[in-house]
């Protein structure tokens, strides 16, 4: 058997500081909340692409409990009606736009746990008059994923060059792990999809691809959330070849002992060390934890959640929404019965951040934010999902947004 010793990096994560705990000033005023659509249940995250080139930002949105995914094509202004497109879809857990078969047309890719358990393929017909029409619309299923986990989240990208776009998928226990999808050379050819392990795993939470360690090729960077690999780590792409078909070498940050929830990058400059940015991810109920890298090692700074928020911190955000040239931090939450499921600290980095309550206390589960300018005003708003009624049923508030009362 051919044998291959990995360089290794030993890397340590020295804790740096903790920011304090939230003082005056605070705003508990909330955002005006926009209704993308709320009837369906369990809206599971929104991804953001522009499906039809008319330079509007659409939206695919996952609806566990409803067993259905949406298409939303955007009206223009982002405040109008969002016609959607509906693919079948049970226990969809993540749900994502891309022209897997170079058609022209972005297709949908929809993964699902529960009993499900497949990731699915929903053609999209190549002509325009028939794209907007759910019934022309083709689902089949990759066989190799059936039955094999419970899959949570994917990402589109060209893993060995050759034969168009594959797909990384990650899921959770039992058979928990992290892998690739090979695209045959006719992407519709379902039966000749391979999969090829990455990594064991005990449940992604996030993936996100970028080339970690400067040999021009994109790694994969995940929060895993249990188990004995969990922590926030990266897998290093080997390059083209026989071992890109074999498990990628592993490589921890931190959060060995945490529970991390969905990522998010932040680009701030004394953060940004050979192109790879700084790291913040929610440990579940403890705090956020900011990761950046000096010289190849790691360090980490805690931010605790403030205590307005809910009970247990889901994905966040950075960016500067209030365009005063600081960085803002945006963070969501589930378990907000009484509490705030969307909160953001102006100034974050500051020595006196300014707390506001963007969602109020409506609201109990909400899923992770993305900061876009939804109504063309110029300015970032918060678009997210919540999928949990006071009743504890998957009625929620649905596929939101909250508009940025910055204009």
């Known amino acids: 058997m051919m044998k291959v010793d990995f360089w290794l990096f030993v890397l340590t994560v020295f804790p740096l500081r903790i920011f304090a705990q939230e003082a005056t000033p605070f705003n508990p005023v909330p955002w005006k909340m ?71 047309f972005m297709d949908l890719v929809t993964l699902s746990e529960g009993n499900h358990q497949r990731v699915t393929i929903h053609w999209a017909p190549a002509d325009w008059d028939a794209y907007y029409d759910s019934e022309k619309w083709i689902s089949q299923d990759i066989p190799v994923s059936i039955g094999m986990t419970r899959w949570m989240f994917g990402r589109a990208i060209d893993v060995d060059g050759q034969f168009g776009l594959d797909l990384i998928v ?74 890109l078909r074999s498990p990628w070498e592993n490589q921890f940050i931190g959060l060995r002992d945490g529970e991390p929830m969905f990522l998010g990058l932040a680009p701030v400059q004394e953060w940004v060390e050979d192109g790879v940015p700084g ?43 209030d ?46 934010v993305v900061l876009v300018d939804m109504d063309g005003d110029g300015d970032l708003d918060v678009l997210t999902c919540e999928e949990t009624a006071g009743d504890g049923s998957k009625h929620g508030l649905g596929l939101i947004w909250y508009e940025n009362p910055l204009r």
């Open 170 to 243: 990650g899921s959770k226990d039992p058979n928990g792990r992290l892998g690739w999808l090979e695209a045959p050379e006719d992407p519709r050819n379902m039966g000749q999809w391979k999969y090829h392990a990455i990594s064991d795993a005990g449940w992604i939470m996030s993936i996100e691809t970028l080339d970690m360690d400067g040999d021009g090729l994109l790694d994969i960077l995940i929060t895993d959330r249990y188990g004995d690999q969990r922590g926030l780590r990266w897998l290093k792409n080997p390059g083209i070849g026989g071992w």
């Open 279 to 321: 790291i913040i991810v929610p440990d579940l109920t403890h705090a956020w934890l900011l990761f950046f890298r000096k010289a190849g090692t790691w360090y980490s700074e805690t931010i605790p959640y403030p205590r307005f928020g809910g009970r247990r911190g889901k994905s966040v955000a950075i960016a500067d929404m």
């Open 323 to 368: 365009e005063n040239g600081t960085w803002d931090l945006v963070g969501s939450f589930e378990g907000a019965e009484d509490r705030s499921g969307v909160v953001a600290i102006n100034g974050f980095l500051e020595e006196n951040p300014y707390y506001l309550d963007i969602s109020g206390k409506e609201g109990i589960k909400y899923d992770f």
């Open 34 to 104: 926009h209704v993308i659509d709320n009837t369906s249940m369990g809206a599971d995250g929104a991804k953001l692409a522009d499906v039809n080139g008319d330079g509007f930002l659409d939206l695919v949105c996952g609806w566990e409990e409803g067993g259905v995914s949406r298409l939303y094509i955007n009206p223009g202004d982002g405040t109008g009606q969002w016609p959607y497109i509906e693919v079948p879809s049970p226990d969809v857990e993540d749900a994502f736009a891309v022209d897997l078969d170079g058609d022209g």
